[in-house]
Every structure is written in structure tokens, then in C-alpha cells.
């Protein structure tokens, strides 16, 4: 039998490890709380002075009530219809402004998120292949070390330039506008979904990639039914979340001129329209809000552990099944 | 010709880890021959190197006279993680078999050709999963995965089949159905078959030729008749026997060795 003598030496050696574990807590919080400290100092965060300004900064937000949907719409432009009431006449006959004002050049709200929508999607799309590309040859199971660093590297590089950056960076090829925002959110694409799908690779199981292989099978179908097979699903998500993301950086980039919700927002403001650019807030969560909807529910039923057994096809389906989104099944 | 042929191989897994140990041994075309051995004894090893999945540190192996790597689809392998595709049918990671066979372009869009379609779904007969064709891998049982494995061995349209520890994660019923299934396929088709097991009574059910090996080396190899209980012990225990394990596992228990 083990004595008492060995258990209590045991008991210590847990206890001193213990304390060690708490003390490494207390250094680590105490470091970040210092350097919150200074580093407020240093960027010259004074709180006093920021909540001096609240008043003013209510009074501006109040400037922005009620939102005024007047750009909603050609119709509702032309014809000055203003507030909410712009959009219920925008409906009013049954869609056929809308379709008009999609087909104006015009800034209305409809065309700028429409415009929005699309540079997050062609953006996505077009770096789509890239990422894969360079996803799939980033990772060491099939490029061999060191090599799947190029690929890798570049990736990093890509990611580390902002898609606000990119846009700058494409002016030779023209100024920022439409055209040179999908180019810039393509870019970034490449650089984040690539290396998403990277990780992902190297989390697979390798008994699939034996077992294909003794198949005497050649090396891209090795990849193909191997590896990819087993990220196909996740791939997917992963692009619908970068789809998401991809329509947030749309609107940023349309503040710099690149069109969309961005531009009228930036317009707007301006010229000190600020109820417009209410509206244009309020198109902004619409959109974003509707994308990130269906996508995170396409990404829900997509997760094979979650959802045993279904498909795509059932993530499609379940999405226009209203239960579903109420929660009652 | 033999159909499988090791002569005196070695393999040495870092410097000094000796999986095999001068290994020899040769199957005749469609014999079914059952490897025992404790955990470790490289059962896993031996069946690795005949599918060509791992090379030897030295001498020979041979499948139909040609070195394993270039027999290529002619051996189908089993696994004991079955390793099958959880995202893909049934069907779909049956027809993986026949990869070898099929062109990329046509193998990347799934549209395989007829006879590969039909020979999946025969093989999937085989093992009485036609029904069961378009269910995902992922969500059926550990049974019925393997008994896809086996059917993608099948496909494979393969001369040598290998199996390692088919059953060891399964209940006995399971296992037992599946070792049906792959011993009446591999009858049917006559393959030559080189299963690792073990569960003693599975494999004096279903061997004919058993192949003990321990510490990487062939200890025993004989008939289902002379496979008796104290060569099962020697196989395990080693030739001291059971009664005379240095270390026997309940013993321990009280800290004490008995």
C-alpha cells in the first residue's frame, strides 16, 4: 500500500502548482491592466473632456430623427415624398419604382444597397477560386514543408493590407469606384478565406486520406476525395461567413468613393443631411442584418455535428420554413 | 506463384523501434489467413507494407511477383476506423474504389462511369447495404461503415484483400455480421485475404490459416486444428506462457507483484 507520507507529498506538489498557476494569473491581468492604464494616457483618452461633449453629441444624434427615406426611391425623389411615408409609396405599385430606380443611375437607396450587396458577393465570388488555390497549397498536407510557406506567406502578406488599403493601392488601375472595390474585397478575400481554408485542412482526419490512397488512387484525387470531401461543408460556411464580412467592408469602402450605401452615407453627411443619412444607417442594418440571417442559418444546418445528416439542400429548404425561424421546431 | 510473398523483412519505425523482425511468409492465391498478436506485435506493420503504405527497412515483399507499391488497386485494404468519407454517400465512398481507374476530371464531378456506378452498387449488395445506397456515411453505425469499407475494398476490383482489425471497434453481433460479409465476398470473388483480429473466437470462425506474430516476428503458423488454447497463449503470453507473466495485469492492483 501507498503510505500517507507519498500522498501528502503528491497533495504539496499539486498545491505549489497551484499557486504557481494563480500567480501567473495575477502577473498577466496586472500587466494588462497597466498597460490600459498608460496606454490611455498615451493616445490622450481623457474621459472627463469626452463626457463634456455627450450634450452636443446627443443633440447631433437627435439631428438625425426621424430618418427621412426621401432618396428611397426615383419616384420619391422627383415627386419630394419624405420620411417613412417614401417607402410605403415606394411600394405602393407593387415594385415597379424599385425596379425603376435599379435601373437609374441616380443615387437612391434601393440602387445603393443593391450596389452594396453585389460588391460584398462579385467580391467574394472572384476571390473565391484564388483562395482555394492558394488555401489548398498553403496547407502542409499537400505542399510539403517548406514550401506550403510561399503560399501561406503570401496569404499573411495579403491579409495584412486591409481591403481599404487595397482600393488605394489599385488606383493605377483606376480611381476607387465599383470596378476597383470588387478587385480590393476579392483581394482581401484571397488573403482571410485562404487561410480559413488552410487551417481547416489541417484539422481533417488522415484515415480517409490513407484509405483512398490504397486505393491506388493518384495524388489530385488523393486531395480531392481525401481531403477536400471531408472540408467541403465547412468550406462552404466559411465562405458565407467571409460573404458577411465582405458586405461590412463594402460599405466602408463606399465611403472612400466606391458607391453603395457607403457613398451615400458619406454624401449625405455632407451636406449636413444628416435625417438622409439616417435612413441610410437604417438600409445599412437592413442589409447587413439579412445577409448575416441567411448565412448564419445556412451555416447552422451546414455544421455536420450539429445537424446530423443534413444536407444543402435541406439548409436551403429549412430556410424558407418559417417554423424554423421562429424557433418552433 | 505465391499470391502475397514476404522474404526475411525487416522494419525499423526511429532508430530503434522494431516493428518486424525478419518476417517471412507466403499466401497462396485465395487462402484467407487471420494474424494474431498482443497489440504492438505489427500486425499493423506487415499489412501497411504488403499495401504499400509504409516501405520496409529491408527485404523482400511481393504481391503477384511485383513490389506492393506498384500493385497499387490490386490490393483493397479495410481499416479499422472503417475511414470513410462522413459527408458522402454510401454509394459515393464505395465508388472511391475504383479512383484508380477513373479519370480526375471525371472522378472531381462525381460522374463516374456506368460500370463503376453499377460495381458500387453490387458491391454494396455484397454486403447487404443496397438499400442503404444514399444514406451519408456519417450518420450510419459502426457496422454498417465498415461493411461500406469493405464494399470499397470491393470495388477496388482488387486480387489481395487486406484487412486491419476490421471489427475491433465494433459490438460482437456487428462484428461477427461484418466478418460474414468479407469472408463470403472474399469466397466469392476468390481474393486472397489477410485479416488481423482479436477476438479468438471470431477468427477460429472465420480463419483458415493463422499467422501469430510477437514482437515483430512469426511465432506460429498452422491450420485452425492446431490453433489450441496454449498456442494462443504463446502467441500472447509468449513461451513462458500465461501462468508465468512477469507483470500480470490484476496482480497490480494492490501494488504488489504476485
Redesign the interface.
Known sequence: ??DDATIDGARRSLRRRRRARRLLVAVVLAAVGAVTYFGLDFVGFEAGELAAGVPDFLDFVGGFFPPDFVAFTRYTILNDVHGLEAVGVSFSDGGGHVADSLGWEGVTLVRASLVTLLLGFLGTVLGFPFALALGVLGSERVTPFPFNFLFRGLMSAIRAIPAIVWIFLFVPLGPPSQPTAVLAIATDTVGNLGRLFTDELEEI?D??I?????????R??VV???ML??V??SYIAWTLYILEVNTRIAISLGVVGAGGLGYYIRNTTGMWAYRETAAGIVMVFLVVLSIELVSSRLRARLR?DEH??T?SLDAIRDLFDPDRWLGRS | MSAVSLDDVRKVYGSDTVALDGVSLDVDPGEFVVLLGPSGAGKSTLLRALNGLTAPTSGQIAVHGDPPAEAGSDVGMVFQEHNLVPSMSAVRNAATGALARTSLPRSALGAYPADVERAALSALDTVGLLDAAGQRAGSMSGGQKQRVGVARALVQDPDVLLADEPVASLDPRAAREVMRYLHTAAGERDLTTVVSLHQINIAREFGERFVGLRDGAVVFDGPREDLTMDAVDAIYYGEEGRDDDPDPPVATLGGETA
Open positions: 500500500m501507498t482526419e484515415g480517409p490513407e484509405a483512398i490512397r490504397s486505393t491506388g488512387a493518384s489530385p484525387q480531392g476525395f481525401g470531401s471531408q467541403f461543408t455536420p446530423e445528416a444536407g
